[in-house]
């Protein structure tokens, strides 16, 4: 599924949360998300990064998620917005799976933990996540950006720095070293 998405940087999560319950919203998650990374130890031509894409084990509270992602540059660069083709499939046993990745020669590249609180309104996710050493930020997700900018607005966002970009971007803004995580 092609999704685009946003992240608000410094907001104050009490006065959005606020807004978003004044406009019906559903919270629906609260807790830790432990990503785990995977991709291929040999030359770019097989590494899934060098291609535009990447390998993820997710624990999300308890539920377990493998996800494969694909960046779609031209529509970034098009639309100013961060946009992928997202695959998510939930696992029972995430001890499993990573030793079949692994048996094929995947390996862990990189991990990253944070607290995520989600609410959803008319479908749109909102996430606030909170990492540590990084102020919490909110990241809009849906499948069109003139769609995420018109509810940038209605919550009273606009004025709020965006960033587009995946996680990787978000450490090196605030100057932190995005592979020291475990």
Excluded: C
């Excluded at 990745?101 to 609410?119: A, D, G, Q």
């Amino acid at each position: 599924m092609l999704e685009k998405e946003i992240k608000i940087l410094e907001i104050n999560k009490e006065a959005v949360v606020e807004r978003l319950l004044e406009l019906w919203a559903e919270k629906t998650f609260e807790g830790f998300v432990h990503d785990v990374y995977y991709d291929f130890p040999d030359d770019d031509e097989h590494k899934m990064e060098a291609n535009n894409r990447l390998f993820r084990l997710r624990q999300k509270g308890e539920e377990h998620i493998y996800t494969i992602k694909r960046k779609r540059k031209k529509i970034k660069k098009k639309e100013e917005i961060n946009a992928k083709d997202e695959h998510e499939t939930s696992i029972t046993n995430i001890e499993s799976f990573a030793k079949v990745l692994e048996k094929y020669w995947m390996e862990r590249t990189r991990e990253k933990k944070k607290h995520r609180v989600s609410y959803k309104l008319d479908g749109m996710e909102f996430d606030f996540d909170l990492y540590e050493w990084i102020p919490e930020f909110l990241e809009i997700e849906w499948p069109d950006g003139e769609t995420i900018q018109n509810w940038v607005k209605k919550i009273g966002l606009d004025w709020f720095e965006q960033m587009l970009g995946w996680s990787r971007k978000l450490f090196k803004h605030y100057g932190i070293d995005y592979l020291n995580f475990d």
